[in-house]
């Protein structure tokens, strides 16, 4: 019943799509429609993350649940982690916890002592994983920002140099970095290694330029569009950065992917501006796009404070479900 699923095989990615749908209808009520190039970009494996796909199929042959397994190929490498979803009238099942059952057996033959789900933390979800053994490390916040009803003078306004940034300049680009800027952005990227993770242990090794480059050039090959803004120093160093992906095809929601000021640079209202004008610059390049979606750790109150000035509101929030293997 429970079989490891290649999602660039035919038809894979259409098998998985409606149970994709159904949980995400009942546990996100703001997320838009998964569509197919959305689900393809997170069960493709990449240069620098392994994933996996198994699904239950029921009886007649039609897949009813099935989880993401990953695993960084640079860091962590004792840890497995990734999502379970579930067609509502499949959920609390055998099936179901056979499944769990298989993703911890696979973690385990991998080497790795942990595994960390992370799944919506409604009270079905939360029941589910702690009757299995998991914990509670951390709790993330999905927030999302209207773009229909975005007020553009007023990004603007925030997208406006300000007497404590404007020795910064702002450069553009659509991934694959330029490669004159490749290594600063590394280091700038470093910056994101204080970000809160609640009580997940992790291991920070500094960005390798080559295989964030390589990492680039795959996405862009998948048909993600990754819009970038940095802040430079007079220097060239990237002082701040901020990015969005657009997913292939039409998907109406865009993932902020990070936004990050090196320490030397914070205080000064860069976060700020970098969002603000990458939102405005996003919008003209991607004109079917109806909103934004950004995840903070719940103990990340910076940028959730810059996030709410900017409008975004918080949609939905999730928890990282770990099972010590």
């Known amino acids: 019943m429970i079989h490891e699923l290649d999602p660039r095989s035919p038809g894979a990615v259409e098998e998985l799509l409606p149970?994709?749908?159904?949980?995400v209808a009942a546990d996100l009520?703001?997320?838009?429609?998964?569509?197919?190039?959305?689900?393809?970009?997170?069960?493709?494996?990449?240069?620098?993350r392994e994933r996996r796909v198994f699904a239950v199929r029921d009886a007649e042959g039609t897949i009813v649940s099935f989880a993401r397994l990953q695993r960084d190929l640079t860091a962590n490498r004792t840890l497995a982690?990734?999502?379970?979803?579930?067609?509502?009238?499949?959920?609390?099942?055998?099936?179901?916890a056979?499944?769990?059952?298989?993703?911890?057996?696979?973690?385990?033959?991998?080497?790795?002592?942990?595994?960390?789900?992370?799944d919506p933390a409604?009270?079905?979800?939360?029941?589910?994983?702690?009757?299995?053994?998991?914990?509670?490390?951390?709790?993330?916040?999905?927030?999302?920002?209207?773009?229909?009803?975005?007020?553009?003078?007023?990004?603007?306004?925030?997208?406006?140099?300000?007497?404590?940034?404007?020795?910064?300049?702002?450069?553009?680009?659509?991934?694959?970095?330029?490669?004159q800027l490749a290594a600063a952005l590394a280091v700038a990227r470093d910056a994101m290694n204080?970000?809160?993770?609640?009580?997940?242990?992790?291991?920070?090794?500094?960005?390798?330029?080559?295989?964030?480059q390589s990492a680039e050039r795959f996405a862009a090959a998948l048909g993600i569009r990754g819009h970038v803004v940095a802040a430079l120093t007079p220097a060239s160093e990237v002082a701040g950065y901020?990015?969005?992906?657009?997913?292939?095809?039409?998907?109406?929601?865009?993932?902020?992917?990070a936004t990050a000021v090196v320490a030397a640079h914070r205080g000064r209202g860069l976060g700020l501006r970098l969002k603000a004008d990458l939102t405005l610059r996003v919008l003209d390049l991607e004109p079917h796009l109806t909103s934004f979606e950004t995840w903070n750790n719940e103990d990340n109150e910076p940028?959730?404070?810059?996030?709410?000035?900017?409008?975004?509101?918080?949609?939905?929030?999730?928890?990282?479900?770990?099972?010590?293997?």
């Open 242 to 257: 901020s990015n969005v992906y657009a997913f292939p095809g039409v998907m109406p929601m865009a993932s902020v992917g």
């Open 81 to 96: 982690f990734g999502n379970l979803w579930t067609a509502p009238e499949h959920r609390d099942t055998p099936t179901e």
């Open 194 to 212: 204080d970000a809160p993770h609640g009580d997940l242990e992790i291991e920070h090794t500094p960005v390798d330029v080559g295989q964030q």
């Open 19 to 23: 149970v994709l749908r159904q949980a």
């Open 303 to 325: 940028m959730l404070r810059v996030n709410r000035l900017l409008g975004y509101e918080l949609a939905d929030v999730w928890s990282s479900f770990q099972y010590d293997l």
């Open 98 to 118: 056979a499944l769990l059952e298989q993703l911890k057996a696979v973690a385990t033959e991998g080497g790795c002592d942990r595994l960390v789900l992370d």
């Open 122 to 179: 409604n009270d079905r979800n939360t029941a589910l994983h702690l009757r299995h053994g998991a914990r509670v490390v951390g709790s993330d916040k999905r927030s999302m920002l209207d773009l229909k009803t975005l007020d553009r003078e007023q990004f603007a306004k925030w997208a406006a140099p300000s007497p404590a940034n404007d020795g910064y300049r702002f450069e553009y680009w659509t991934e694959p970095t330029p490669d």
């Open 29 to 48: 009520p703001r997320h838009p429609d998964p569509d197919g190039g959305y689900l393809g970009v997170l069960a493709t494996s990449n240069p620098t």
